[in-house]
């Protein structure tokens, strides 16, 4: 049963640290997505990859968010300092072209 | 205005009873449609795509009425596990999916 990986799965850290967060997409899919879902905002992409390629991240903040995809098997987000602002549950996404989208069980990150 | 509008709830149903969600879309070029569910604390996961003639799996039914941008699912005789957020989803010709904010179920006994 293919699923989506995510580590951690709990992060708690304190301001200005630094955070990376991984994602292993299921094999064989070519689109990987990160979101990050708060109460107020609702599930938000941040940003998405087509084959290994970064496509749109206009959804994160570019000053201290960064998305990369170092391999086909590895994807991670990493944010430069956190802030409390950063708390939210994120969550990576994987799918083949434009079909379904499957979720990893998300990482729980708290910025003290 | 957001992209796409979904009522939060909760909608709070017994068990047995049948219950609509209503979801609208601003933008008239969206090409696909879809209803995810996210149980509390655990990851979003398709339910069903919705199609413009209207399509049934088992206990639900997806409607999608273009000309008012709107999109509903319907769930009839409603189980405990029914309980969960229903999020309304919708694509443009890109990968990308525009998700709503969902409407929270809690089925009771």
């Known amino acids: 049963d293919a699923r989506v990986t995510q580590t951690p799965r709990h992060k708690v850290t304190e301001m200005g640290q630094e955070v990376t967060m991984r994602c292993q997409p299921i094999?064989?899919?070519?689109?990987v997505f990160w979101y990050r879902q708060t109460m107020m905002q609702g599930l938000e992409l941040l940003a998405y990859?087509?084959?290994?390629?970064?496509?749109?991240d206009s959804g994160m903040p570019k000053d201290r968010f960064s998305a990369e995809m170092p391999d086909a098997t590895l994807a991670t987000l990493k944010i430069q300092p956190s802030e409390p602002r950063d708390s939210a549950v994120y969550f990576c996404?994987?799918?083949?072209?434009?079909?379904?989208?499957?979720f990893g069980p998300g990482t729980r990150l708290l910025v003290l | 205005r957001k992209e796409v509008e979904q009522d939060p709830g909760p909608f709070n149903v017994p068990e047995g009873a049948t219950v609509a969600f209503n979801c609208t879309y601003s933008?008239?070029?969206?090409?696909?449609f879809f209803w995810y569910r996210q149980d509390c604390r655990k990851e979003p996961k398709l339910l069903m795509s919705?199609?413009?003639s209207g399509n049934e799996d088992g206990r639900f039914t997806a409607q999608l009425n273009r000309a008012s941008q709107y999109i509903s699912l319907l769930i009839r005789d409603s189980k405990l596990s029914d309980s969960a957020t229903y999020l309304c989803?919708?694509?443009?010709?890109?990968?990308?999916?525009?998700f709503g904010t969902g409407t929270r179920l809690q089925v009771f006994p």
């Open positions: 989803v919708v694509n443009l010709y890109t990968d990308k999916l525009i």
């Open positions: 933008n008239s070029a969206s090409q696909s």
């Open positions: 996404a994987s799918g083949l072209d434009q079909e379904t989208q499957y």
């Open positions: 990859f087509r084959n290994r390629a970064p496509l749109d």
């Open positions: 919705v199609y413009s």
């Open positions: 094999l064989g899919h070519n689109t």
